[in-house]
């Protein structure tokens, strides 16, 4: 079990090895560019105040950072925790201005902040690829104020039985577009398999009900292609 750990992660580092400089636009590819939507609705149901501070785990090439930012008149603060260290490099150049963007090279199972520090917290697209859920969960609700509040976009389960036979069918594709755009299917193997594993809406709300957190609730966007869950910490 532990061996499939270790090859799982490493396998992980890959994808985001093997895409970090073209992630945009693979994933633009990969969600017809409704991905940038999903992230929207996300902040817009989140609905951040000012002078308020944010962490977001698994922050990628900082979409939901730029989001919360325009969403507070960049009078907030945002904390990026990504493991991908190229990532970050290269998201360091492309906020450089914006001095209350801070960047994190750490594991969302151990991150390095007290508790009680922040306001919300968010991770996209990330929880799927995170070896133990449970710890990252802890996690959260420990660096988590009182009051605050945690949001997960994640791939989930499509409920209607023809949308789902069509999803499936081009999800297939994913596999064969990564190969043309860097080269290599096998990541993108893994990353289809990973959500096809993945919990369903209800699964994933009961993950998170053992740590604690209350007034669960989800909405699926896309016919549940994706879904949010939302959580708050008392």
């Not at 603060?77 to 801070?102: A, P, Q, T, Y």
């Not at 596999?175 to 290599?184: A, E």
Request: hydrophobic share 35%; aromatic share 14%.
């Amino acid at each position: 079990m532990k061996t499939q750990h270790k090859n799982s992660k490493r396998l992980v580092s890959k994808v985001f090895e093997d895409v970090f400089d073209k992630y945009d636009l693979m994933n633009d590819l990969m969600s017809f560019g409704i991905h940038r939507l999903w992230k929207k609705n996300l902040i817009d149901w989140l609905n951040p105040q000012i002078n308020t501070k944010l962490v977001d785990v698994a922050s990628g090439t900082g979409d939901i950072a730029k989001l919360f930012m325009e969403k507070t008149n960049y009078k907030s603060d945002v904390f990026c925790v990504d493991e991908n260290e190229n990532m970050l490099k290269l998201n360091k150049k492309r906020f450089h201005k914006n001095s209350k963007i801070k960047w994190f090279c750490k594991n969302a199972e151990k991150l390095p902040f007290k508790e009680n520090q922040f306001d919300y917290y968010t991770i996209s697209f990330g929880i799927r690829n995170i070896e133990n859920i449970d710890n990252a969960l802890k996690e959260a609700y420990r660096i988590l104020k009182p009051g605050g509040r945690f949001l997960c976009l994640e791939f989930s389960k499509v409920k209607n039985d023809i949308f789902k036979k069509i999803y499936k069918t081009y999800t297939k594709t994913i596999p064969q577009i990564g190969k043309y755009i860097v080269g290599n299917s096998e990541p993108y193997e893994y990353l289809i398999n990973s959500i096809e594993k993945f919990h369903s809406q209800d699964e994933l709300f009961k993950k998170i009900q053992k740590h604690n957190f209350v007034n669960i609730s989800y909405k699926n966007l896309s016919g549940g292609i994706v879904a949010i869950h939302s959580a708050w910490k008392i």
